[in-house]
């Protein structure tokens, strides 16, 4: 797998989503309480509204602040949309279009997809001419270093952690903060346009690894440490002229970025406004009803479920809507390191006693989400679900009480389960399912930026969590060890593995696997690995979601993109019409 050319790469993820993703629409063969809807198309050829014009103000509505903005810590999908779309650049960057094309990557900062040598050991990229950040002082290759060396701190914790694991001669380096930098066995800085990485071992698919945030540049005299998030330096179209977290930000136009650099991000709005201060609920009122200003809105929040039926039985508000495959593994986590779920066959028993069709039921059904059967989603099993457990959606709990007695729990056992003020309906079906298995669950509710803050500490963390995973680019190199490898856990900060899942028989088929050149016997691999896990059951399954999003009728060049996890792309969103 660590062997694939750009071209293979591409052609291999073309072909995986053709068969999981429509280029334009998603739909779903079950049948719901959902207006007789199976499923959703969006409108035209998967772009609403056509070409936007220049100028105007765009308003997203959201409900809560974005967790973090600092793009070494940035590893949250809405929120890397926000960052790499809007305020930084990165080596390379994903197109902006709908479906496979989308999946397919274009230089950024960068002249070229990056220069493999030593059998893909070593990656090497030159920056292209004349690029500034917002204050117009220029950006150097060694900015992106130090964005990477950033990656390692501690005291920014939380965001995606290739290099921690790719570069070579790193394994003891603490990052930046306190004066130390990386030398030269693990990334060169020749000049001021070249920037050397050394791997540990041979990533074929490096180009695409340099599409993350940690990727981005940070001018080492503009470092704040954890306040970075406030206010990064934009490397970008856009620059934050006003951010009151929690309430509002405002994002102007960065006049020192050159769009004869930059083929993805269009920039077609003056200003964007994000307003944090809504509810779910009444987000979805006013992009229904389509007044004023909200004319030139979309939603930054899922369109909660209460609302689908008001807007699948209206042809207007549904020509609005955007709904595709997230490409995401929603799942039930569980506390590997926590009694009683450090028994495998109690993990198991939770495998049935969950109710799969009312937890999808709860977040709207069929038109939104399909069942999840395994941990990989479709867009990575090649198009086509695995069913691993042969389950019935509904759940078996007479075979989870006979597991759970057998694991020593005859009469099941008390629990608790923190979610985020949004998700407390869907943990009701969820304790719903898992009391007919005499299995008592405590909900707690918190707000959406404190829940991995509460699940990434061992010990904050309780029982169960509902929570998920987006792969950084369609492959199960960034799905699978992302989450269930051991040996990256953390007692605080803890990201990607919540469920502290350490197997030793996993940690070593994660290497195995991670050494094959064959494109083909990796893919195998990773299948026949999902399956193991799936036996060892660190979390259940849920749904696949799909992303629910409505915008304005004034506009205009609003897709789900399929890296953003069916998030709206802001490369290239603007609106119909200026007055």
Same mark, same amino acid.
Request: net charge neutral.
């Given at each position: 797998?660590?062997?694939?050319?750009?071209?293979?790469?591409?052609?291999?993820?073309?072909?995986?989503?053709?068969?999981?993703?429509?280029?334009?629409?998603?739909?779903?063969?079950?049948?719901?309480?959902?207006?007789?809807?199976?499923?959703?198309?969006?409108?035209?050829?998967?772009?609403?509204?056509?070409?936007?014009?220049?100028?105007?103000?765009?308003?997203?509505?959201?409900?809560?602040?974005?967790?973090?903005?600092?793009?070494?810590?940035?590893?949250?999908?809405?929120?890397?949309?926000?960052?790499?779309?809007?305020?930084?650049?990165?080596?390379?960057?994903?197109?902006?279009?709908?479906g496979a094309e989308g999946l397919k990557i274009e230089p950024?900062?960068?002249?070229?997809?990056?220069?493999?040598?030593?059998?893909?050991?070593?990656?090497?990229?030159?920056?292209?001419?004349?690029?500034?950040?917002?204050?117009?002082?220029?950006?150097?290759?060694?900015?992106?270093?130090?964005?990477?060396?950033?990656?390692?701190?501690?005291?920014?914790?939380?965001?995606?952690?290739?290099?921690?694991?790719?570069?070579?001669?790193?394994?003891?380096?603490?990052?930046?903060?306190?004066?130390?930098?990386?030398?030269?066995?693990?990334?060169?800085?020749?000049?001021?346009?070249?920037?050397?990485?050394?791997?540990?071992?041979?990533?074929?698919?490096?180009?695409?690894?340099?599409?993350?945030?940690?990727?981005?540049?940070?001018?080492?005299?503009?470092?704040?440490?954890?306040?970075?998030?406030?206010?990064?330096?934009?490397?970008?179209?856009?620059?934050?002229?006003?951010?009151?977290?929690?309430?509002?930000?405002?994002?102007?136009?960065?006049?020192?970025?050159?769009?004869?650099?930059?083929?993805?991000?269009?920039?077609?709005?003056?200003?964007?406004?994000?307003?944090?201060?809504?509810?779910?609920?009444?987000i979805g009122d006013r992009l229904i009803a389509d007044q004023?200003?909200?004319?030139?809105?979309?939603?930054?929040?899922?369109?909660?479920?209460?609302?689908?039926?008001?807007?699948?039985?209206?042809?207007?508000?549904?020509?609005?809507?955007?709904?595709?495959?997230?490409?995401?593994?929603?799942?039930?986590?569980?506390?590997?390191?926590?009694?009683?779920?450090?028994?495998?066959?109690?993990?198991?028993?939770?495998?049935?006693?969950? /109710? #799969?069709?009312?937890?999808? $039921?709860?977040? +709207?059904?069929?038109?939104?989400?399909?069942? *999840?059967? %395994?941990? @990989? &989603?479709?867009?990575?099993?090649?198009?086509?679900?695995?069913?691993?457990?042969?389950?019935?959606?509904?759940?078996?709990?007479?075979?989870?009480?006979?597991?759970?007695?057998?694991?020593?729990?005859?009469?099941?056992?008390?629990?608790?389960?923190?979610?985020?003020?949004?998700?407390?309906?869907?943990?009701?079906?969820?304790?719903?399912?898992?009391?007919?298995?005499?299995?008592?669950?405590?909900?707690?509710?918190?707000?959406?930026?404190?829940?991995?803050?509460?699940?990434?500490?061992? /010990? #904050?963390?309780?029982?169960? $969590?509902?929570? +998920?995973?987006?792969?950084?680019?369609?492959? *199960?190199? %960034?799905? @699978? &060890?992302?989450?269930?490898?051991?040996?990256?856990?953390?007692?605080?900060?803890?990201?990607?593995?919540?469920?502290?899942?350490?197997?030793?028989?996993?940690?070593?088929?994660?290497?195995?696997?991670?050494?094959?050149?064959?494109?083909?016997?990796?893919?195998?691999?990773?299948?026949?690995?999902?399956?193991?896990?799936?036996?060892?059951?660190?979390?259940?399954?849920?749904?696949?979601?799909?992303?629910?999003?409505?915008?304005?009728?004034?506009?205009?060049?609003?897709?789900?993109?399929?890296?953003?996890?069916?998030?709206?792309?802001?490369?290239?969103?603007?609106?119909?019409?200026?007055?």
């Open positions: 797998m660590n062997r694939r050319t750009h071209a293979a790469l591409a052609a291999a993820i073309a072909a995986s989503l053709s068969l999981g993703l429509g280029a334009c629409s998603s739909t779903s063969d079950n049948s719901g309480d959902n207006g007789g809807e199976k499923g959703v198309t969006t409108q035209g050829n998967g772009i609403i509204g056509g070409t936007p014009v220049k100028g105007g103000t765009l308003t997203i509505l959201s409900n809560q602040d974005f967790d973090q903005l600092d793009p070494a810590r940035n590893w949250t999908m809405p929120v890397m949309d926000v960052g790499v779309r809007m305020l930084y650049r990165t080596l390379t960057t994903f197109k902006a279009a709908p950024d900062l960068a002249t070229d997809l990056g220069t493999p040598s030593d059998g893909a050991k070593t990656w090497t990229f030159h920056l292209k001419d004349g690029l500034k950040y917002e204050d117009g002082t220029p950006i150097v290759a060694d900015d992106i270093k130090y964005n990477v060396e950033r990656s390692f701190s501690a005291e920014l914790a939380g965001g995606p952690d290739y290099a921690v694991r790719y570069l070579a001669g790193a394994d003891n380096y603490k990052g930046p903060l306190g004066g130390e930098r990386l030398g030269k066995d693990s990334i060169e800085v020749p000049d001021a346009k070249t920037i050397v990485f050394h791997l540990k071992r041979p990533v074929a698919e490096f180009g695409y690894t340099v599409t993350l945030p940690t990727f981005a540049p940070v001018p080492k005299a503009k470092e704040t440490g954890a306040n970075y998030s406030n206010h990064p330096v934009s490397s970008g179209p856009y620059k934050i002229e006003s951010y009151d977290r929690g309430k509002r930000m405002v994002l102007v136009r960065n006049t020192n970025w050159d769009p004869a650099s930059d083929t993805v991000r269009k920039a077609y709005p003056d200003k964007i406004v994000v307003d944090q201060t809504l509810k779910s609920g009444g004023g200003e909200d004319k030139n809105a979309i939603s930054y929040v899922d369109l909660l479920p209460a609302k689908i039926s008001e807007v699948l039985t209206n042809p207007d508000v549904k020509a609005r809507l955007i709904s595709e495959n997230a490409g995401c593994t929603t799942m039930l986590d569980m506390n590997n390191s926590k009694a009683p779920f450090d028994n495998p066959k109690v993990r198991q028993a939770l495998q049935f006693a969950v /109710d #799969k069709e009312s937890f999808a $039921a709860s977040m +709207g059904g069929p038109a939104f989400n399909d069942i *999840a059967t %395994t941990y @990989l &989603p479709p867009v990575l099993t090649a198009g086509a679900p695995v069913d691993h457990f042969m389950i019935k959606p509904a759940g078996d709990p007479e075979k989870a009480k006979q597991l759970l007695a057998e694991a020593g729990f005859p009469n099941g056992f008390d629990t608790e389960m923190v979610t985020s003020t949004g998700g407390k309906q869907q943990a009701e079906a969820l304790q719903a399912a898992l009391k007919r298995a005499n299995i008592n669950v405590t909900i707690t509710t918190v707000d959406p930026t404190a829940v991995n803050s509460i699940v990434g500490d061992k /010990d #904050k963390q309780p029982g169960l $969590a509902q929570l +998920g995973w987006c792969p950084d680019y369609p492959s *199960a190199a %960034t799905f @699978l &060890p992302m989450i269930y490898d051991g040996r990256l856990i953390r007692d605080k900060g803890n990201n990607g593995n919540m469920t502290r899942f350490n197997d030793a028989e996993t940690n070593a088929e994660l290497d195995r696997i991670a050494g094959l050149s064959d494109l083909q016997k990796a893919n195998a691999a990773w299948l026949e690995l999902d399956s193991k896990i799936m036996d060892k059951s660190p979390a259940v399954p849920l749904v696949w979601a799909k992303k629910p999003l409505l915008v304005g009728s004034n506009v205009a060049g609003a897709f789900a993109h399929p890296v953003w996890a069916g998030q709206i792309d802001y490369a290239v969103i603007g609106l119909k019409s200026v007055k």
